[in-house]
């Protein structure tokens, strides 16, 4: 049978046609080459896939297929193997049909490893008239759930991200704020401590400064202050304290209480 006109069909119904694993050779082209086939019915035919390895390979894939439908073969145990490695794999596909088989529990469970380890949409494995149908129907069931679990969770982590990533931007604003809240404020270095002090800063009678009031009350209650930590000159009469100012440019400055209220 020639394949090549069903490369540009959605839907392709073959079944009831006596396909052998013979005529897969010309599905597998299919499979490669189209791009806009999304279901592919082979019901009641006697296709075994036990060497169909390059058909299930173009089935793992292919990225438009939704719907393959194999019930009433004659797949069993190494057709069920490829299958179940192509499913494993296979994005796109959203059901597979296949009932009426000789897939007995071995393959059932095997099948039902791809449908869990399967992170597209598959979401339906039709298995009734197996042998190991029953047992593997109710893994599906389970399997189902936990993928729907699974899909739900990962919602609430994607949901988290974002309001972490908002935090992480929220936070890069306040930074921000701060910093443009500590230039308002005109942080200093003291040279004594090496801490940042606001605004008020004192100034020594010889005219050095800054140094910052609590430096100076330490030292002034230690008695240490007879001489200028920076010029080493005696200190004679009271310490100033300095503020930061505008000049008659709007330029900043600093200078002592009397200053400031001159300006």
Not at 65 to 82: D, M, P, R, Y
Not at 217 to 233: S, V
């Amino acid at each position: 049978m020639k394949f090549e006109k069903l490369i540009v069909e959605k839907i392709i119904n073959l079944s009831n046609r006596d396909l052998t694993d013979a005529d897969l050779v010309g599905l597998t082209r299919v499979l490669r080459e189209s791009t806009v086939l999304e279901q592919l019915h082979l019901d009641n035919n006697d296709i075994t896939l036990d060497n169909g390895g390059d058909f299930t390979d173009a089935l793992a894939s292919s990225r438009t297929l939704e719907v393959l439908s194999l019930s009433g073969n004659n797949i069993s145990g190494q057709g069920t193997a490829w299958l179940a490695d192509a499913l494993g794999d296979n994005k796109s596909l959203k059901k597979i049909h296949l009932s009426h088989n000789n897939i007995d529990k071995a393959g059932c469970k095997t099948l039902a490893v791809a449908f869990m380890k399967n992170r597209g949409n598959l979401r339906y494995v039709h298995l009734s008239n197996n042998e190991g149908a029953d047992g593997a129907s109710e893994l599906m069931k389970e399997i189902t759930r936990l993928k729907k679990d699974y899909s739900s969770k990962m919602k609430e982590i994607e949901s988290l991200k974002g309001n972490l990533q908002k935090c992480e931007d929220d936070k890069d604003e306040l930074r921000k704020d701060v910093k443009a809240a500590k230039a308002d404020i005109d942080w200093i270095e003291c040279p004594l401590c090496s801490e940042f002090k606001d605004d008020m800063h004192m100034i020594l009678s010889c005219g050095h400064w800054p140094v910052c009031f609590y430096c100076l009350h330490q030292r002034e209650k230690n008695e240490m202050l007879e001489k200028c930590p920076f010029c080493m000159k005696d200190i004679e009469g009271k310490t100033k304290r300095m503020y930061s100012m505008l000049d008659a440019k709007g330029s900043k400055t600093y200078g002592t209480r009397s200053k400031r209220k001159a300006n």
